[in-house]
């Protein structure tokens, strides 16, 4: 099956903290909610539970998973709902129980203890599984059992579900590696970010992703913005404070008299900051590729429109598209989710993303934007994700920052040579799988591990 994936699945506008543990999660609950419709059992159900294994169970709390589910039980959509809604929507029901309306129409009366974490408990087929059951009046029998998977960026897989090969039969330029996607830019001496344009045309029609990624973009300014300019301290209780603001503030007295110092690095830090905040308090984040990184290709596009002459919309459209390029290949032949590959497969392929994306909007030829992407994944092998109380706070939001540096100097030292170089972007990938392999599951967005154990939270 080819490697491709659209950018208007890969950045899906959702809310936070986490595209794998919330997004997921509230889209996994919304599809067995209208199964339940569908299958024409809805009526008979009187209540619905739900476990959520592995890294689910392990960071759930944390990252809002509870909430999610009841969110998308009742029909709740990631993409259009107002996070105040989703946000405690499972604290709200407490021991006693109270109304949830399945399907947003069937009213089942739930309590907290309807869903049940299970951090020890791993299904073999992600170690972000969750099964929902609808229950009718026979307790010792359900009416209907799924499992699901959340498999990273907001994606979700229904356990026994056939991956469709139908819509990549659609894609005139099928591409399975990077070794694969620079022969096709050479034999139709295409960018690659062409091969990816003509990939989404045949499916969504050029209207059509022109429109998308306009309204992605639209979405991650928007979140930029408004984390740029809201002040606080973080939910969650490790007293984390927004720091984006005042970032913020500083550089526009800085700029105002322009011989103090070149700000562009900063304001870079401050984009991503804000994204990350934004998502920290589950706010509206576009995933990309996740909720965890999610600041780094809204700042690094940033950067490109404030710093680089001659940055427009159109720059930006190609940026999109050759950051889904990337995310594509990694998404297909490693894996783009923390609970699978560490950190190094969230922000690791995020920065790779933004590294390749930036390189093409500056000029770059095929082999140096496949060379940008390989220096930023290269550089983030073996990054553990470790977030103290399971919150994507710490380390998360200042990692967002600092990887968006790395894919900036990424991107410029890959635009210094012709892009031949000794490390293919293909075998980075495949170490980047390999090393999530080995990595102890500690060290999987468990918070058993690392930071998570080593700092005190107050
Ligand atoms: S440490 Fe990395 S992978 Fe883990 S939650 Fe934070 S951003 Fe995501």
């Known amino acids: 099956m080819t490697a491709f994936v659209s950018a208007l699945d890969l ?55 509870p909430d999610a589910v009841i969110a998308g039980l009742a029909g709740l959509r990631p993409d259009d709902c107002d996070p105040d809604e989703v946000r405690g929507a499972w604290t709200r029901l407490s021991d006693d129980g109270a109304e949830v309306r399945v399907a947003g129409r069937h009213a089942v009366t739930m309590t907290q203890g309807d ?37 990273g960026g907001g994606f979700i897989r229904r356990e026994g579900d056939a991956v469709h090969e139908s819509e990549a039969l659609r ?12 022969a096709l830019c050479e034999e139709h001496g295409v960018s690659l970010c062409d091969v990816a344009r003509s990939n989404e045309v045949a499916v969504h029609g050029a209207e059509g992703i022109d ?7 639209a979405a991650m300014a928007v979140c930029v913005e408004r984390g740029l300019a809201t002040e606080g301290t973080l939910p969650g209780g490790l007293g984390v404070k927004r720091r984006a603001p005042e970032v913020r503030r500083r550089l526009e007295e800085y700029d105002r008299d322009e011989h103090v110092r070149d700000t562009s690095t ?55 598209l050759t950051a889904a ?14 609970a699978e590959g560490g950190c190094q497969a969230e922000v690791g392929s995020a920065c790779a993303m933004a590294a390749g994306a930036l390189c093409a909007v500056l000029g770059g030829t095929p082999r140096q934007i496949e060379n ?24 998360c ?17 890959a635009l210094h040579g012709d892009g031949t170089h000794l490390v293919s972007l293909d075998t980075v990938i495949e170490t980047m799988r390999q090393t999530g392999l080995d990595m102890m599951t500690k060290y999987k967005e468990t918070s058993e591990g690392g930071l998570a154990v080593n700092v005190i939270e107050c």
């Not at 429109?211 to 973009?217: E, F, K, R, S, T």
């Not at 984009?271 to 990184?293: D, K």
């Not at 390029?325 to 923390?338: D, F, M, P, Q, T």
């Open 372 to 395: 940008a992407a390989e220096i930023a994944m290269e550089h983030h092998l073996g990054l553990t994700c470790d977030p103290v109380a399971g919150l994507v706070q710490v380390p």
């Open 171 to 182: 894609h005139p330029l099928p591409y399975d590696t990077a070794d694969e996607l620079l």
């Open 266 to 320: 900063e304001w870079l830090h401050a984009f991503a900051l804000a994204v990350n905040e934004e998502n920290a308090s589950g706010g509206r984040v576009v995933t990309a590729p996740t909720n965890g990184a999610a600041g780094i290709i809204p700042a690094v596009g940033h950067y490109y429109l404030r710093f680089v002459p001659g940055a427009d919309a159109a720059g930006i459209r190609r940026y999109l």
């Open 11 to 65: 950045f899906s506008i959702g809310i936070g903290p986490s595209s794998s543990h919330t997004v997921g999660p509230m889209r996994a609950a919304r599809a067995f909610a209208e199964r339940l419709a569908d299958d024409g059992i809805l009526d008979r159900v009187t209540r619905v539970t739900c476990s959520l294994y592995g890294s689910l169970g392990a960071t759930g709390l944390g990252h809002g998973t």
């Open 325 to 338: 390029a990337i995310a594509s290949l990694v998404k297909k032949n490693a894996s783009i989710s923390g």
């Open 115 to 151: 869903l049940s974490l299970e951090p020890r408990t791993r299904l073999p087929g992600h170690p972000n599984a969750m099964t929902l059951h609808g229950w009718g009046a026979d307790d010792a029998l359900p009416l209907a059992e799924e499992t699901y998977y959340s498999v």
């Open 397 to 413: 939001i200042e990692r967002n920052a600092i990887a968006s540096s790395t894919a900036v100097s990424a991107a410029r030292l």
């Open 211 to 217: 429109a998308g990624l306009d309204a992605i973009w």
